[in-house]
Nanobody, 121 residues
Framework: QVQLVESGGGLVQPGGSLTLSCVAS????????MGWYRQAPGKQRELVAA???????NYADSVKGRFTISRDNAKNTVYLQMNSLKPEDTAVYLC???????????????WGQGTQVTVSS
């Protein structure tokens, strides 16, 4: 019923930039928190950034000052602008939403399929 579709991943050189997008669709009453997680081989999944419906962001310490999360509520879309990328940022990035479904306003979580970001020379 609810689907998250990510785009924007790829291969980039250290110091470069990428912008990830995630579009939510389906039987959505409202989108609450939206965010991005990442998981690298051999590491735990970690929260990269999240943003509330009112636009309040939260970032992992490792990306503060380099990444910016934003959302367009009219488009049901969340973005992650990634600048000054480092090899340590290489991971699968997963979109996350906490939302209420239609028609009964059931609160649930939804995850995207993941998009690969590789930072390498």
């Amino acid at each position: 019923q609810v689907q998250l579709v990510e785009s924007g991943g790829g291969l980039v050189q250290p110091g470069g930039s990428l912008t990830l997008s995630c579009v939510a669709s389906g039987s959505i009453y409202s989108l609450l928190v939206m965010g991005w997680y990442r998981q690298a081989p051999g590491k735990q999944r970690e929260l990269v950034a999240a943003i509330t419906s009112g636009g309040t962001p939260n970032y992992a310490d490792s990306v503060k000052g380099r990444f910016t999360i934003s959302r367009d509520n009219a488009k049901n879309t969340v973005y992650l602008q990634m600048n000054s990328l480092k090899p340590e940022d290489t991971a699968v990035y997963l979109c996350y939403c906490n939302l209420e479904t239609r028609p009964l306003r059931i609160r649930t979580d939804s995850w995207g399929q993941g998009t690969q970001v590789t930072v390498s020379s």
